[in-house]
């Protein structure tokens, strides 16, 4: 720390700091247009202007390009400063129009503030101001009005430094330059939000919001997004009990206020008309029933209102006169951490049953990802080294990405991307590692190999892998030579097209680098608050081993055999999400009695449930949300549910209270107070911690007291491997946390496609591919259907292949070709756009997951290691 005097006070400020941070730290604020803590200094607006002396005489600078050093005196009110504020402010409103009455940004914009408090108070210009066309839709969700714009630089430099994306620049010279895009590259930005809530104008606007409300008329309260696992905070803003905005918070442990812009607008599903505002039921009523049980208003999907006591009564029914063997819960990530403790309770306490997996078949082994205690800023620490085996992070979990990216570029962080295919990382990543489907353990062995003897022989892999590896095992080995620069290895589903076996076998190999970390990558909502509560196989309630019974494909596989009689989906739709189509399909029309607790009336609901509760959202219930570091942070009530929706804690406390006479819940408070009894887990929830913006950082083994993890017969969800016994070790996954036994993958195995662990072989031909299925931010998904201005967004089909696989089949791209099935289990085909890509590996094909009419889901058997296809030109 050094001193500085800032208007004849001594302060103290950090030595190197930005002089505009010093003084606002220490209470005092200097007006800015351009600066933003988060990204470079520029100074283009000169608001921040203050008057420095550092012994050679004072002279106006601006506070935002100046770096603090010993005995400097500064004043931030002097008549100099002072002048030149007011000059600066009276340029910038030469052009810019008085329209504050109808632009969005009147009540809440820094330049009507700073004119007020630093400005002239009337113009001398008299001459007409320059004009352009307006608005323009530079995007699906962004509107730009150039006579607004005052040049601070932010949204630009936000797309290139942050998002990478260069897509929005200055054009023109002098009095005629503004900000605009090209013609052909519009602002196709997944991260185009941010530009509009940072800017300090009403020159950029979100379509969602427009017009919709006055600051003045927003009531709002901090909570965290929903739609992934990186659990970013933000305030939710609501008019006339109506979501209207979602803005980032900056939490500096988690998202340091930005948004993808799937975060950030899609609450538009939950304004709905499509929502669901009271339970209903498949079939009309008859009026003297109607008088008891509903309204008895048939929908347009089939489904007739009813009230809640007879839907209830009705699901109580089935639950107490199955056998609990024969009912099944799959989903739960959709929900808040309390919701799913209640649910947990209900299947496996009450109801008796362990057929129960959140993870809908796109998860790993809990034990695994209970092994995983490394936290973003552990990711992001500067000079460390990041192995990436998950999802692409800009498709899937957008604010991690932008922290990653930042990460890299400014903090020295060297990235290792080990994913089946090229993504968003591929331009960031020191070495890029893209084996095929199967092949990814015995490159993570070969690897481990490498690092520990350079000459070893990598006899296994593929010829166009192996100077890859070794410059990755080059990279490793110089990092971290005295095991004193710490390996985070993010892992997680990258491809759902190849079962979880394959990736923690992976995990189990990289376990074995010196000074190693992991960190869970899984995507899915409140996935990390559904295991913690136990709402996946081989978990109980608070994390508590247990033995497993059945994951997601053996429920589905049971209900398909008819051996389940009633299936609970809570927010899921395993007919898109689930990796088998085919089975999906089969067991909901095959099984009896499905009932759906959701916001909408999803593909499978409408394909097979019998009976729909209305569930409340997000922004309507309180609750606490848990991310993929272990992060605890709140989920506020912001709005009321549409018509008689319940809160899902609600729903599973009724129907405890009508099973079992009490469920001892009467309100969320009595079941925080239970959940910190059972876990000490859930400790954060008896205390204040989750009212400060960077939330609580659970440590995820401490309900396990560092003990083994054992069971006789463990079964990973949706596989057939047999689980060992799992330590916790501070984050460091042990010798056999993936859950296979390390002789159980050989690499000989999975260096050959086809093969896999407890699965069936897949025949490999000349004509066959193998196929990769990625998912992408925008999909064919229930809530973006709801998305009225991002809906469009979700592309059409397209199929990736390597430029060297276009030649060997002698495809042009750019043509609509069909990707067919091999297996016999999974005859169907789809139709889709042929593209090449240098990042698909060779004889592999990558597909999006959901793309709207053709689903990749319709290609895959659950039952086989890997996933072969033809491609071939549509007919």
């Not at 990186?230 to 206020?257: E, H, I, M, T, Y």
């Amino acid at each position: 720390m050094i001193d500085i005097t800032v208007d004849g006070v001594g302060v103290q400020a950090e030595d190197g700091e930005l002089l505009i941070d010093a003084c606002e730290r220490n209470g005092v604020y200097i007006p800015r247009f351009c600066y933003h803590k988060r990204m470079s200094s520029v100074g283009m607006c000169r608001m921040c202007i203050v008057e420095v002396d550092t012994g050679r005489g004072s002279a106006l600078q601006p506070s935002c390009m100046l770096n603090v050093s010993p005995d400097m005196a500064v004043s931030t009110d002097s008549d100099k400063v002072k002048k030149a504020q007011d000059g600066v402010l009276e340029f910038l409103l030469i052009n810019h129009p008085l329209d504050c009455p109808v632009c969005d940004k009147g009540g809440e914009c820094p330049l009507q503030d700073q004119t007020m408090a630093y400005g002239p108070g009337e113009s001398r210009m008299v001459e007409e101001k320059r004009h352009f066309e307006k608005p323009i839709a530079i995007s699906e969700t962004v509107y730009l009005d150039r006579e607004r714009c005052i040049l601070c630089d932010r949204c630009t430099r936000f797309a290139d430094e942050v998002a990478g994306d260069k897509l929005i620049h200055f054009m023109g010279r002098g009095n005629h330059t503004e900000v605009n895009t090209f013609a052909d590259e519009p602002f196709a930005s997944y991260f185009s939000g941010n530009t509009v809530q940072i800017c300090p104008v009403g020159a950029l606007t979100a379509v969602p919001y427009r017009f919709k409300a006055r600051p003045w008329d927003l009531t709002e309260t901090p909570s965290t997004a929903w739609v992934d696992s990186v659990g970013s905070r933000v305030s939710v803003q609501a008019s006339r009990n109506r979501v209207v905005r979602l803005l980032g918070v900056d939490a500096d442990s988690v998202n340091w206020g930005w948004l993808s812009d799937k975060e950030r607008f899609g609450f538009e599903a939950l304004n709905s008309q499509q929502r669901l505002r009271t339970p209903i039921q498949r079939g009309a009523t008859t009026p003297s029933s109607a008088a008891t049980t509903g309204s008895g208003a048939l929908t347009a999907d089939g489904f007739s209102e009813v009230s809640w006591n007879a839907a209830m009564g009705q699901v109580v029914e089935l639950l107490t006169t199955t056998a609990p063997e024969r009912i099944g819960v799959i989903g739960g990530a959709r929900l808040s951490n309390e919701a799913q403790y209640c649910w947990a309770k209900l299947a496996k306490t009450v109801v008796g049953t362990d057929n129960v997996d959140a993870h809908i078949g796109d998860g790993l082994a809990a034990e695994l990802i209970f092994s995983t205690t490394a936290s973003i800023n552990d990711l992001c620490e500067p000079g460390g080294t990041v192995i990436w085996m998950a999802p692409d992070p800009k498709e899937e979990l957008g604010s991690l990405y932008l922290r990653l990216r930042h990460a890299v570029l400014q903090d020295g962080v060297s990235l290792i991307e080990l994913t089946p295919c090229g993504g968003g990382l591929s331009e960031l990543a020191a070495v890029s590692l893209h084996p095929r489907p199967g092949e990814v353990a015995a490159v993570a062995k070969a690897l481990v190999e490498l690092v520990g003897d350079s000459e070893a022989k990598l006899e296994d892999l593929d010829t166009e892998l192996v100077d890859a590896v070794r410059e990755a095992a080059n990279l490793l080995s110089g990092v971290n030579s005295d095991g004193s620069s710490p390996v985070t290895v993010v892992v997680g589903r990258a491809s759902l097209a190849e079962p979880a076996e394959v990736v923690e076998q992976a995990a189990l190999e990289l376990s074995k680098l010196a000074n190693v970390r992991f960190m869970s990558g899984l995507r899915r909502g409140n996935i990390h608050g559904a295991l913690n509560a136990g709402l996946v196989p081989g978990t109980g309630i608070g994390a508590k081993p247990m033995p497993i019974s059945n994951g997601c494909k053996q429920i589905l596989g049971s209900g398909a055999a008819g051996e389940l009689d009633v299936l609970i989906l809570l927010g899921a739709d395993p007919l898109n999400d689930f990796a088998d189509r085919s089975l999906a399909e089969s067991a909901l029309r095959t099984i009896p009695n499905v009932v759906s607790v959701d916001m909408f009336i999803n593909d499978s609901a409408q394909l097979g449930a019998h009976t729909v509760l209305a569930a409340s959202g997000p922004t309507e219930s309180e609750g606490s949300f848990t991310n993929l570091e272990g992060r605890l942070s709140t989920l506020s009530q912001k709005v009321t549910p549409p018509g008689i929706a319940r809160a899902d804690w609600m729903i599973a406390a009724e129907l405890m209270e009508r099973i079992i006479a009490s469920s001892g819940f009467a309100s969320l408070e009595e079941v925080r107070a239970e959940m910190t009894e059972v876990s000490p887990l859930y400790a954060p929830l008896a205390g204040n911690e989750l009212d400060s913006t960077e939330g609580a950082l659970l440590v995820r083994a401490a309900g396990l007291d560092n003990e083994a993890v054992t069971s006789e017969a463990q079964s990973s969800p949706g596989t057939g491997t047999d689980l060992k016994s799992v330590p916790i070790n501070n984050g460091v996954l042990p010798a056999r946390a993936a859950g296979l036994d390390s002789e159980a993958v050989t690499s000989e195995a999975q260096s050959s496609p086809g093969t896999g662990t407890d699965l069936k072989s897949v025949p490999i031909n000349n004509s066959s591919l193998l196929l990769i299925a990625t998912r992408r931010m925008y999909d064919d998904g229930v809530m973006l259907r709801n998305c009225p201005t991002s809906r469009s967004l979700a592309r059409e089909a397209i199929a990736r292949m390597s430029p060297d696989t276009l030649n060997r089949l002698q495809l042009p791209v750019n043509i609509v070709v069909e990707v067919a099935a091999t297996s016999s289990t999974a005859s169907s085909s789809i139709k889709a756009v042929l593209r090449a890509d240098a990042g698909v590996p060779i004889d592999a094909v990558a597909l999006d997951w959901a793309a709207p009419g053709a689903p990749a889901n319709a290609l895959i058997s659950a039952d086989e290691s890997v996933t072969a296809v033809t491609v071939t030109p549509s007919v």
